[in-house]
């Protein structure tokens, strides 16, 4: 029986990981307008097949669901990927040196920008000081936040337009660090870094617009087709992202679907006016965020007990417990799904306890909150996502992005063996969805993937924890379909199935049949969104 209407693009190849099964199968599918309308033979096929029809044969190059990236900072991101990158610095002065030829490049900016620095891979291992930005930059702000995001490193400058001094008290859930003379010494924790970000991330409209652009090019060309934008922590300024996303989807050039998630504080009204008065199949409100506490690099991150390596302290909440609770019980109230970022066991236990009391509250529902990252868990908690329905949002990179030597000196040997518990997660019947925590690191999924599979560390040797590998085949479900589920769009999202919304990626090669070491180089050669070619490798 011929359909009634003919497809606009047919793709077939010998690999299509339809997100089904756990192996890919021979197959074709058929994209009419923005939907898949038929999977199955060449010959099954072939009724869809009209004069204008685009056919594709890809031999044994595997066709999959397209990326959906759990965890990004979408315009936060993209500012950092116009900034200089300094994760590959050994020294202190290597970095210095980085930031001049950047700045020199910029010389009508104000403020010089850099990312990514990690003293721990220095060959001193000590963190730097304003004095060495101040010798090549004496009259220009620098702002240069770690690796993590959640410290900077920022010259005498930076600190005399934020009137920070030597008699400047430490805000809430943060610190500036002070030498033994009380000079601060340019290293900024938490949300006395953020005081620095909310001046120096204040771009002009049209210079948000340009690095929007380049993101929705950079994501084509990776293949990822959905991401979830989250609040990350300072100023609030996704709904002002969120009105520039909303400019792109009116005009039909969004091609890249995204779910905002602005801050969890306690304010509602806003956000619920938002996600009310504007939600299409490409952008909407879909949740808030919050952090628990910081990160382990920094001492920040809230553990049971206290760090191996710094006794005198276990790290601290961003928010008191009560404060948080609160907020997820009204939030929970009012339809919101709410993610919250925590790093360290003592963070992620409260997250959960909050989420039980939520459930306790409101009556248990299909809430489909998640938990951020969960670098260290303690084991009583690991069966508690699957009974609270807790998603476990995970980003598997980070693993290779701390240097481990100087990770474990920080939680010791007994909390090493509660690490990225990818697998003891999944095993335990939590859904796993996997991202990419942009800029942190990379938006690029094969290193995600890679990472998730092989368990390679820093070192690009050895393998962490090998007992928390999962497969290929669960890696790319968490990395779409259990994505999708996160936003509650599996009906629409996340697999190849006729009736599904037609976002589909095309790789290079079959990953099921090529080595591990292998999967990170590969390369997607054609990204469809909404039933449009967004990229296709080689076309001008």
Same mark, same amino acid.
């Given at each position: 029986?011929e359909?009634?209407q003919?497809?606009?693009i047919?793709?077939?190849s010998?690999?299509?990981?339809?997100g089904?099964?756990?192996?890919?199968i021979p197959?074709?599918i058929a994209?009419?307008a923005?939907?898949?309308v038929a999977v199955?033979?060449?010959?099954?096929i072939k009724?869809w097949i009209?004069?204008?029809?685009?056919?594709?044969h890809f031999?044994d190059?595997?066709?999959?669901p397209?990326f959906?990236d759990?965890?990004v900072?979408?315009?936060?991101g993209s500012?950092f990927?116009?900034?200089?990158n300094l994760?590959?610095?050994r020294?202190?002065?290597?970095?210095?040196?980085l930031?001049?030829?950047?700045a020199?490049?910029?010389?009508?900016e104000?403020?010089?920008?850099?990312?990514s620095?990690?003293?721990?891979?220095?060959e001193?291992?000590t963190l730097?000081h304003?004095s060495?930005?101040?010798?090549?930059f004496?009259d220009r702000?620098?702002?240069?936040?770690?690796?993590?995001?959640?410290f900077s490193?920022v010259?005498?400058?930076?600190?005399?337009?934020?009137?920070?001094?030597?008699?400047t008290?430490?805000p809430?859930?943060?610190?500036?660090a002070?030498?033994?003379?009380g000079?601060p010494?340019?290293i900024?924790?938490?949300?006395?870094?953020?005081?620095?970000a909310?001046?120096?991330?204040?771009v002009?409209?049209?210079?948000?617009?340009?690095?929007?652009k380049?993101?929705?090019?950079?994501a084509a060309r990776?293949?990822?087709t959905?991401?979830n934008?989250?609040?990350?922590?300072?100023?609030?300024?996704?709904?002002?992202?969120?009105d520039?996303?909303?400019e792109?989807?009116?005009?039909? %050039? $969004?091609?890249v679907?995204?779910?905002?998630? @602005?801050?969890?504080?306690g304010e509602? #009204? !806003?956000?619920?006016? +938002?996600?009310d008065a504007?939600?299409?199949?490409?952008?909407?409100?879909a949740?808030?965020k919050?952090?628990?506490?910081?990160?382990?690099?920094?001492h920040?991150a809230?553990?049971?007990?206290?760090?191996?390596?710094y006794?005198e302290?276990?790290?601290e909440?961003?928010?008191?417990?009560?404060?948080?609770k609160k907020w997820?019980?009204d939030?929970d109230?009012?339809?919101f799904?709410?993610?919250?970022?925590?790093?360290?066991?003592?963070?992620v236990r409260?997250?959960?306890d909050?989420?039980e009391?939520?459930?306790?509250?409101?009556?248990?529902k299909?809430?489909?909150?998640?938990i951020e990252?969960?670098e260290v868990?303690?084991?009583?908690?690991?069966?508690?996502f699957? %009974? $609270?329905?807790v998603?476990?949002?995970?980003? @598997?990179e980070h693993?290779?992005a701390? #240097? !481990?030597s100087?990770? +474990?000196?920080?939680?010791?040997?007994?909390?090493?063996?509660?690490t990225?518990p990818?697998h003891?997660?999944?095993?335990?019947g939590?859904?796993?969805?996997?991202?990419?925590?942009f800029p942190v690191?990379?938006?690029?999924?094969?290193?995600?993937?890679?990472?998730?599979?092989t368990?390679i560390d820093s070192s690009g040797q050895?393998?962490w924890?090998?007992e928390?590998r999962?497969?290929?085949?669960?890696?790319l479900r968490?990395?779409?379909?259990?994505?999708?589920y996160?936003?509650?769009?599996?009906?629409?999202?996340?697999s190849?199935?006729?009736g599904k919304?037609a976002?589909?990626?095309?790789?290079?090669?079959?990953?099921?049949a090529i080595?591990?070491?292998e999967?990170?180089?590969?390369k997607?050669?054609?990204?469809?969104v909404?039933g449009?070619?967004v990229?296709e490798?080689?076309a001008?």
């Amino acid at each position: 029986m011929e359909p009634n209407q003919k497809a606009t693009i047919v793709l077939s190849s010998n690999a299509v990981f339809t997100g089904l099964h756990d192996h890919p199968i021979p197959a074709s599918i058929a994209i009419t307008a923005n939907e898949i309308v038929a999977v199955g033979t060449e010959s099954d096929i072939k009724p869809w097949i009209g004069s204008e029809t685009k056919v594709y044969h890809f031999g044994d190059q595997l066709i999959m669901p397209g990326f959906h990236d759990f965890h990004v900072h979408v315009i936060i991101g993209s500012l950092f990927k116009d900034s200089v990158n300094l994760f590959h610095a050994r020294s202190e002065e290597e970095a210095v040196e980085l930031v001049r030829r950047h700045a020199e490049s910029r010389p009508n900016e104000e403020w010089i920008i850099g990312t990514s620095w990690d003293s721990s891979h220095w060959e001193s291992n000590t963190l730097p000081h304003r004095s060495s930005l101040d010798r090549v930059f004496p009259d220009r702000p620098v702002f240069l936040p770690h690796y993590e995001g959640h410290f900077s490193w920022v010259n005498s400058k930076a600190l005399e337009m934020l009137k920070i001094n030597r008699y400047t008290e430490n805000p809430p859930f943060g610190e500036i660090a002070k030498d033994e003379k009380g000079e601060p010494t340019g290293i900024l924790y938490e949300q006395a870094s953020q005081l620095v970000a909310n001046v120096a991330f204040q771009v002009s409209h049209e210079k948000n617009q340009s690095l929007f652009k380049d993101f929705l090019s950079y994501a084509a060309r990776l293949g990822v087709t959905s991401v979830n934008d989250l609040y990350a922590m300072g100023k609030d300024r996704l709904f002002e992202h969120f009105d520039l996303y909303r400019e792109f989807d009116e005009k039909n %050039e $969004l091609s890249v679907r995204i779910h905002v998630f @602005p801050a969890l504080n306690g304010e509602l #009204e !806003r956000a619920k006016e +938002v996600r009310d008065a504007y939600r299409s199949d490409k952008l909407q409100i879909a949740g808030l965020k919050q952090f628990v506490d910081g990160v382990v690099t920094g001492h920040t991150a809230y553990m049971l007990d206290p760090y191996s390596d710094y006794p005198e302290t276990r790290g601290e909440t961003t928010f008191p417990a009560d404060t948080l609770k609160k907020w997820i019980v009204d939030a929970d109230a009012q339809d919101f799904r709410i993610r919250l970022h925590a790093l360290g066991d003592g963070a992620v236990r409260l997250a959960l306890d909050a989420y039980e009391e939520a459930q306790k509250m409101n009556d248990k529902k299909d809430s489909r909150h998640a938990i951020e990252h969960i670098e260290v868990i303690h084991p009583d908690d690991i069966p508690r996502f699957h %009974e $609270l329905g807790v998603i476990a949002s995970m980003q @598997p990179e980070h693993l290779a992005a701390a #240097e !481990r030597s100087m990770y +474990v000196e920080r939680i010791g040997k007994e909390r090493e063996k509660y690490t990225f518990p990818l697998h003891s997660l999944q095993r335990a019947g939590a859904t796993l969805a996997l991202g990419s925590d942009f800029p942190v690191v990379s938006l690029e999924p094969m290193l995600e993937i890679y990472r998730a599979v092989t368990r390679i560390d820093s070192s690009g040797q050895e393998v962490w924890n090998p007992e928390e590998r999962i497969t290929l085949a669960e890696a790319l479900r968490a990395y779409t379909l259990h994505s999708a589920y996160g936003n509650a769009r599996e009906h629409e999202l996340g697999s190849i199935e006729p009736g599904k919304l037609a976002d589909l990626i095309v790789l290079d090669a079959n990953l099921f049949a090529i080595p591990e070491s292998e999967i990170k180089d590969s390369k997607v050669i054609l990204t469809i969104v909404d039933g449009k070619i967004v990229y296709e490798a080689g076309a001008v």
